[in-house]
């Protein structure tokens, strides 16, 4: 019976020359990698090393012609595999279980493994990634390329997703017209952050709800919210103009602005008053605009603060070729599973179970299907 996750490589090409030397399937390769981070290897021979001690376990589903590879092998391998291709076959099977019904939230945004030295703008390996919010899913990653930038590599992720249904939202980094173009080329509506990297753009916007504010806000949708806890008191504003006029032209299909306004005391005492811009091809009601606004972060505490504090990935030093690249896909489709896997704990508790008990392995791997 073969595990649904070695369908997801079937059509993957294989790096490696075709040699006696090559012994091991890629399929065989791939599948114990991602069994074993799943179960909290973090380096390559962790990784071998979890596959020899449940060999018995993977022959149930693998060939293992040439039995289980060297940590050497698992280096090579991932260090030639064409990244893009490898994250593309992931994205997609990921992308099947989003519900298709309503609005879909992607929220695209950067993160970098600050041990494993790169020649991008971070000076380290950095990677874009498409999080699905409210489905806990990465749906798609590029890797910022040696002398790149994050700016440039989001259109790139971008041109690889389906969008049909999705409301992507994007920080003041991504504030783009080539960004936001493909977005609506691929089918999506965009909720992006203005901030001084547009400096033109925000003028424009600010001016907006000034003269807004001069005719008292007429015909503007408006919501307000109060948050309370651990000594901190935060009112939250959030005021949409719709089809506004006077910005820069050149912006895809602009539906609304949107102005945030926080006004947050700690312990009593008045801490911080700020102002927020956002642009939008949506023409909808403030609530909506404030969830997507407020739900975009759910990619750094939903994935980032994982990949970090569960993951260790700010740790990792795989640095050969694409190796680093690749074992980070892994890394955000473990996360995945072990977070649509219908069972209580934290996802460091969630990677032991998964090493100790090969049926709860089966289980968080079976939490997506392939069909």
């Known amino acids: ?164 249904g999705a409301v992507v939202t994007i920080d003041a980094a991504g504030c783009q017209k080539a960004t936001v173009e493909p977005i609506r080329r691929q089918g999506g509506e965009y909720v992006v952050t203005v901030k001084g990297n547009q400096g033109g753009l925000r003028d424009a916007i600010a001016d907006v709800f000034a003269r807004a504010g001069e005719a008292a806000f007429a015909g503007c949708d408006m919501v307000a919210s109060v948050a309370d806890g651990h000594g901190r008191h935060e009112e939250r504003y959030v005021t949409v103009v719709t089809d506004p006029d006077r910005l820069p032209a050149g912006w ?26 956002y642009l939008t091809s949506l023409r909808t009601k403030a609530a909506e605009l404030a969830g997507y606004i407020r739900n975009h972060w759910g990619i750094e505490n939903g994935l980032h603060w994982c990949l970090d504090i569960a993951f260790r990935e700010d740790d990792s030093r795989a640095r050969a070729g694409h190796a680093g690249t690749n074992l980070g896909m892994i890394r955000r489709i473990a996360l995945s599973l072990l977070k649509r896997a219908d069972t209580k704990g934290s996802i460091r508790t969630r990677r032991m179970k998964a090493a100790w008990d090969d049926d709860y392995l089966l289980k968080v791997l079976k939490a997506l299907t392939t069909d």
């Open 1 to 164: 019976m073969p595990l649904p996750l070695t369908t997801v490589f079937a059509d993957l090409r294989d790096p490696r020359r075709d040699t006696r030397n090559k012994v091991h399937r890629l399929t065989d390769i791939l599948t114990i990698a991602t069994c074993a981070v799943i179960a909290g290897a973090e380096g390559w021979e962790q990784i071998a090393a979890y596959g020899q001690l449940k060999e018995g376990f993977f022959r149930q589903f693998l060939e293992l012609p040439g039995g289980i590879p060297s940590p050497d092998t698992f280096e090579r391998v991932f260090a030639k595999l064409d990244p893009d291709a490898f994250a593309d076959r992931f994205g997609r099977w990921m992308a099947s279980a989003c519900e298709t019904a309503g609005l879909v939230q992607v929220a695209i945004d950067g993160k970098s493994a600050r041990r494993s030295p790169k020649g991008t703008f971070t000076g380290c390996l950095h990677l874009v990634e498409a999080w699905a919010v409210e489905n806990r899913l990465i749906l798609g990653m590029r890797a910022v390329p040696d002398g790149g930038h994050e700016i440039t590599t989001m259109p790139e992720l971008i041109a690889t997703l389906d969008l049909n």
């Open 252 to 277: 895809a299909d602009v539906g609304a602005v949107v102005m945030v306004g926080r006004e947050r005391q700690v312990n009593g005492k008045a801490n911080e008053s700020t102002t927020h811009y």
